[in-house]
């Protein structure tokens, strides 16, 4: 297992925001993910349009990760509802 950050985008809509984060949150478990951290880093303006949304509310996940799933999990994020962007970084051993 490796460490990750995972930065997501969700509309700013209360409910749609709360609904993606929780289905985000069911698929990095469902492929064996341990989310150590989960941090809103709040509304900004976003830099181009996404699905007609010009703001969005970000979302910074910590965990811990089997890199083989990566792929796998982006398969997911791509048919996950109310989820407009994610970024996987993977952080250095120290």
């Not at 811990?64 to 250095?92: A, D, Y």
């Amino acid at each position: 297992m490796r460490k990750y950050e995972l930065m997501t985008i969700f509309p700013l809509d209360e409910e749609k925001s709360k609904k993606g984060t929780e289905d985000v949150r069911k698929v990095l478990t469902d492929f064996g993910a341990e989310i150590t951290e989960e941090k809103l880093f709040g509304d900004r303006d976003l830099c181009y349009e996404i699905a007609k949304n010009k703001k969005g509310r970000f979302v910074l996940f910590n965990l811990n990760v089997n890199p083989e799933k990566i792929v796998e999990i982006e398969k997911q994020f791509m048919i996950t509802n109310n989820l407009l962007k994610s970024q996987f970084v993977r952080l250095e051993d120290k």
